[in-house]
């Protein structure tokens, strides 16, 4: 297993597979880009092509390869990773005992709803149970062909059809439960889904991740739809109803329609529309957005226009424009949401998706419609209520874009809105709870000896100056344990110049548990945009503070035999002082 999981590796070439979904830049002998894991404005996420790995130095903290980067960014385990990128390198992974019960849990839980869902089908297509669910699906214009591409199913009215189903499979009823199919009560179980049409969910790789049934007899005081609950592998605010289906058609279009619910996907669907995706009700989550920025970075509402739905629009912004999305929103000529409008009249609904209005141009649109009155007051008002979505453009551009069109729609100066603007920053700043975790920090003292050390890593050859470094400083000198332990085997490798230097061949000469440090340390430069340091005051003050820490703890002494000591090294902290100088 381990020399295929090394092949894997050298087969996909990190530079190249991470570019696919975070924009990196050449910057000397690594590559950087802002870290997809978290916000910001400045780039940290460092890739090095020399090791094959990445690293983040801003937030997160987190690095390692090509695998842990699948993990992180399709949240699988190491397992699922590793069979999708052996895919990707068209590597067969042989049989191996390596165990992976994370793994083997959610594969239960999959086949557990894989079953269900062709059990629901069943009923639907090929019994006389789902007969009228079968008359409800195509009164509502669908055909055949759209039900069983989208697997659409039936949940019969029976207490525990489905539980004795499964039970007879050989599944166990606490593996039953787990998938949020059957609810426990006291010491027995009962379906979740009863008598009602079954639309199964699943993730971007076809994975039956969960349901949602919607009720059939209107006329019984239940809740419309019923939904899988939170399980190990169904997450609401990750869930995109129709994205194994349309994902391609979101990439290749280089843009997504988001509509709510089930029928207004299914309907444009079937009228031609692939490239489009449904969430549960009208909020829409920043996992959400993580999953469709690996298709596109443009987005086009297309919710009911009614008050929640323009809600809904306003809280996904400040999340969108985290992401660095163009987010438009399609407003409907008929017709309240996209099924009523595609029946309504398909020709106008397909125009009106492409004359979907850029957000802050429709959020304009929409409080000039709340305030139509042009008195000072109600002017006062837009400006309020837009500022704050304004203040948290993230380019420049954009920004002063809009400020200019909210200056002429107010009869106002610009100037005025840049205040109002501050105003909106300041109120947010003072709401702002403090992050949970602060961007890494370092002392000057470990940030001079990481700056040096990362310099020396990336040295391709040893000329006269950098041989020479260790005439200043040794590796007693670096505070940091395990930075003293590299700098001991560079200062071997230093010790003549005008030779060559591997960094690969090095790193694999260290102890293992060094290899990550100095890995991290190869990038440091890199993330820190220090192009070209001066290492030899570098040293010159790496030593000055070891001098330093020597004598604090020497004057805390009342040993007067380390007087003469105390002597020389402030001597030797004086000469190291002027030389800086």
Known sequence: MNNQIEEIKQKIDIVDFIGQYVELKKSGRNFKGLCPFHQEKSPSFVVSPDRQIWHCFGTCGIGGDVITFMMKWENLTFYEALRELADRAGIKLEDSEYDDQQWKRKELLYSINNLALKYF????????????????LLD????????????????????????????????????????????????????????????????????????????????????????????????????????????????????????????????????????????????????????????????????????????????????????DFEVYV???????????????????????????????????????????????????????????FIRDINNPIVQSHYMKIIAEMLEVSEGSLYRLMRDASRSAFKKKKAPTKPEQSFSRTELLQRYLLSYLLQQTQIDEKTASIFSNISPEDFTVPSFALIATELQHKFNSPHVGFEYATFVKGLKPELQSVADELFMFTTAAEEQ??????????????????????????????????????????????????
Not at 149 to 159: K, R, V
């Open 330 to 388: 399609a407003t409907f000529s008929s017709g309240k949401d996209p099924d009523e409008a595609l029946k309504t009249d398909e020709v106008q609904f397909k125009k009106d998706l492409k004359q979907a209005l850029p957000i802050y141009d429709f959020l304009l649109q929409d409080l000039q419609k709340k305030y139509p009155e042009k008195n000072s007051f109600q002017k006062k008002k837009i400006g309020e209520e837009i500022m704050p």
């Open 121 to 136: 089908s069943y009923l639907l297509t090929g019994s006389s149970y789902g007969k009228k669910a079968m008359e409800y």
């Open 532 to 581: 070209k340091p001066d290492i030899t005051k570098l040293a010159l003050e790496i030593r000055m503070n070891s001098v330093q820490a020597q004598m604090n703890s020497l004057m805390e002494s009342s040993d007067k035999a380390d007087e003469d000591k105390l002597s020389n090294l402030s001597k030797e902290y004086n000469e190291l002082r002027m030389k800086l100088k």
């Open 140 to 323: 509502r214009g669908l055909n055949k062909k759209i039900i069983e591409t989208f697997e659409l199913g039936y949940a019969p009215a029976s207490w525990d059809s489905l539980l004795k189903f499964l039970q007879k499979k050989g599944f166990h009823p606490h593996d039953i439960a787990a998938t949020g199919l059957v609810i426990p009560s006291g010491s027995r179980m009962y379906d979740r889904f009863r008598n009602r049409l079954m639309f199964p969910l699943k993730d971007a790789k076809g994975n039956v991740v969960g349901f949602s049934g919607r009720i059939l007899d209107t006329e019984k005081k239940e809740a419309k739809y019923v939904n899988t609950p939170e399980t190990e592998i169904y997450h609401k605010r990750e869930n995109l109803f129709g994205i194994h289906l349309t994902k391609d058609a979101i990439r290749k279009s280089e843009n997504v329609y988001v509509v709510e619910g089930e029928f207004d996907l299914i309907t444009p669907f079937q009228h031609g529309i692939s490239n489009i995706v449904a969430i549960k009700g009208a909020a829409f989550t920043e996992e959400q957005l993580g999953v469709l920025k690996r298709y596109t970075k443009r987005i086009t509402l297309a919710l009911d226009m009614d008050e929640a739905g323009v809600e809904a629009m306003k809280r996904g912004i400040r999340s969108a424009e985290k992401l």
